[in-house]
């Protein structure tokens, strides 16, 4: 029989762990008291017998009322209001003189001076500022005698950046793909997709008359071991220098010992390899470009000016990015990228040892901070480039929903992270059982408590020198799914995330950097999410495959209008992959979708969608054609059903315009089994600008003005 644990439930109750779920279909999760004590002991409050759920109870309740103020607020702007500040009576006898400072985001200072009434200690006030702050970050500090507060103060703006205002009320359409992918004549010595591609790619897409080119995450990676996903980084704050153009990198062509070497026959040998290989191998283009960058970077030691450029970046990235280096320099030493293995004394980021090993690998930790100082200016390069060709959003960043437990990421801020659960998913339409991301979530207590630093921090390295960002599972600002480390993702359950407060932070790094804000949606998405993200400017997501009433797909007229649309995901087959059902063959290979009545619903299902996706083509009038449509037509119509909706950006996918059928990976499916995210294109980026049938296709997408409705301006 179970025994009711109250305190528990109470405690639970508090830091924002659902009693209850449900999922895409509507049936109802009830959380176990085990998923609860892991929650629970995942933030920090043991909760492993009722006793110690009472004393956690009660150090939280200690905590909350003998602050006088919040670590942090987040004031969304008012017209003709200013943020209150407020605040809990210090306690004390007799009436409190206090003095109240206002330092605002641009140094100035201001101060008041009140007198409080005596009041039981954590009586709540409400008391005004010095002087009405601006949208930016702010500092208060109270004074009194015996004591003192401080609160980090954001003023956010009302909303986001908004698509109408990158895009002057008309649409906005670009391509989208994952840059690893990408061939060229000169990147294919590398068999890696690279930043100069990248560049590339942008002047195309101007050519064709599009808006933004999107890449999936260029987050840093181990890749080894199979950790290769971009949707799992060992850092979201820093990138991988798997994307470096290594002869873009100024010192290339004065550097004879990186010719040197690329010269050998050993060298030449890999580079063969790499040229002719159908998948990606990781380990062998990062081990080829890092022997070639360590010469790059000896002979820019010599070179003043790039020496000054690089010791500016290491000045504004501060301790974060040398963290980071010491982080790889380690994972080097130790061969292997998850702190959690190596041995106990570099366990912590702080520790003597590492600051030890920092002294004595000055030189390595240096080098790893130069790639990232090449990479964030190869990346400027990349969006110059698709300014200078009419891009008007630009690059399309994408910022994954969380980093490895064993990342770099958690090592360095570990007291911002939860540990012993992962992130994941419940029973949805991908997964009966649900899914393990296998990637650590932050602490929204903690996140709290840090006034937003880190995640405003998080936000500006990401957009930086984009137009535009995707959040992948913005469900995560208001909820994330937390599954306690080894158990399956069925014993997982909910927990809340303050979401305007963090919208607010989103917001105001939205307006910062002029960028535009795709919201992830898909999935088990809450009721009041859709209106919060048009409430904030935020653009949703609406992919076909999933814009359906029963068995048929919805209208053109139907998308709504505050959208980023699309044919698919990253997750998705490419269009001619799903059209021939290469995704169900992959999956019966592998024993997923065995021989039987399975294998043939999961057919005839496909059919079914098929049938009905150029009915629904057929229907708006952009395939009129009887015959039978071949890939090419099937883009071409989709990308013309696209043009007939209102969404203010359009996405198409670049495996799409080149008929690629291959998943890039299997969603699911571990590495082992399947070869995700190694796939190649099979045509370079010069045969896609001499090929006249795609070009041919993507006018009909162009800068076309849209009529939204009332509600939907500003998006």
């Known amino acids: 029989m179970t025994v009711a644990r109250p305190q528990l439930r109470a405690l639970a109750t508090q830091l924002g762990i659902v009693d209850a779920y449900c999922d895409i279909s509507g049936a109802r999760h009830d959380t176990s008291d085990e998923t609860r004590e892991a929650l629970c002991a995942a933030m920090g409050r043991d909760a492993s017998s009722e006793t110690s759920a009472e004393s956690a109870l009660a150090t939280l309740a200690s905590e909350r009322r003998s602050a006088p103020l919040e670590p942090v607020r987040v004031w969304r702007q008012h017209a003709r209001l200013a943020p209150p500040l407020d605040l809990r009576h210090p306690g004390g006898r007799g009436p409190l003189a206090i003095r109240i400072e206002l330092e605002l985001e641009g140094g100035a200072n201001s101060a008041l001076e009140r007198n409080l009434p005596e009041l039981p200690a954590g009586t709540p006030l409400r008391l005004a500022l010095p002087a009405a702050p601006p949208v930016g970050v702010h500092h208060i500090q109270i004074e009194w005698k015996g004591g003192c507060a401080k609160q980090h103060l954001v003023v956010a703006p009302r909303r986001a950046f908004g698509a109408a205002e990158a895009l002057s009320g008309t649409r906005g359409f670009g391509v989208w793909t994952n840059l690893y992918t990408v061939r060229s004549q000169r990147s294919n010595h590398w068999g890696f997709g690279d ?350 495959t999933f814009e359906r009433e029963g068995a048929a797909f919805r209208p053109a007229s139907q998308i709504p209008a505050r959208t980023l649309a699309s044919a698919n995901t990253h997750d998705l087959t490419p269009l001619a992959g799903w059209l021939d059902g290469r995704d169900l063959d992959l999956l019966h290979e592998l024993g997923e979708l065995p021989d039987g009545a399975g294998r043939e619903r999961a057919q005839l299902q496909r059919a079914a969608e098929r049938a009905a996706w150029l009915e629904r083509l057929r229907a708006e009038g952009v395939f009129q054609s009887v015959a039978e449509p071949t890939p090419t037509d099937w883009c071409r119509a989709t990308s013309a059903f696209l043009a007939k909706t209102a969404a203010r950006l359009v996405g198409v996918s670049l495996d799409d315009l080149t008929g690629e059928t291959e998943p890039l990976h299997l969603p699911g499916i571990g590495s082992e089994r399947y070869p995700g995210w190694r796939r190649r294109m099979g045509r370079t980026l010069e045969e896609l600008a001499a090929s006249a049938p795609l070009r041919a296709g993507l006018p009909q997408l162009g800068r076309t003005a849209v009529t939204l409705p009332p509600d939907a301006e500003g998006a």
Not at 447 to 466: E, K, M, Q, V
Not at 468 to 496: C, K
Not at 518 to 526: A, K, S, W
Request: glycine letters at 8%.
């Open 195 to 544: 930043l100069s591609d990248l560049a590339a790619l942008a002047r195309l897409c101007g050519d064709w008359g599009g808006d933004f080119v999107g890449v999936s995450p260029l987050h840093a990676i181990p890749a080894r071991e199979g950790q290769i996903s971009p949707y799992g980084p060992t850092s979201r704050l820093f990138r991988n220098p798997m994307y470096l153009d290594i002869e873009a990198v100024p010192e290339f062509a004065t550097c004879r010992p990186a010719k040197n070497w690329l010269a050998t026959p050993a060298a030449q040998e890999t580079l063969a390899s790499l040229r002719g290989a159908t998948e990606i191998d990781y380990a062998a283009v990062l081990d080829a470009k890092l022997a070639v960058l360590r010469e790059l970077f000896r002979c820019s030691e010599a070179h003043s000016p790039r020496r000054a450029a690089c010791d500016a970046y290491r000045k504004r990235e501060g301790a974060a990015l040398v963290d980071f280096a010491t982080f790889e320099a380690i994972a080097a030493e130790q061969g292997c990228a998850d702190w959690r293995r190596w041995p106990a004394s570099l366990r912590d980021a702080r520790s003597p040892a590492v600051a030890r090993f920092r002294a004595e690998h000055a030189r390595e930790v240096d080098f790893r901070c130069w790639l990232q100082f090449e990479l964030d200016r190869q990346l400027g390069e990349a969006a110059e480039a698709g300014r200078g060709a009419g891009l008007r959003v630009g690059l399309y960043g994408d910022l994954a929903v969380g980093s490895s437990p064993g990342s770099a990421d958690t090592w360095s801020f570990s007291e911002l992270f939860a540990s012993g659960v992962h992130v994941g998913a419940p029973p949805d339409a991908f997964a009966a059982g649900g899914q393990d991301w296998g990637v650590a979530p932050l602490d929204p207590h903690a996140l709290r408590a840090d006034g937003y630093r880190f995640f405003a921090r998080l936000l500006r390295d990401n957009f930086r020198h984009c137009g535009a960002l995707r959040i992948d599972h913005v469900m995560g600002f208001e909820r994330l799914f937390w599954i306690p480390q080894g158990r399956p993702a069925s014993e997982g359950t909910y927990v809340r995330y303050p979401r305007d407060e963090l919208f607010g932070v989103l917001a105001l790094e939205s307006r910062r950097h002029r960028a535009v804000v795709v919201g992830e949606d898909l999935g088990t998405v809450p009721a009041d999410l859709p209106p919060a993200l048009a409430s904030w400017g935020i653009l949703s997501s609406s992919v076909l």
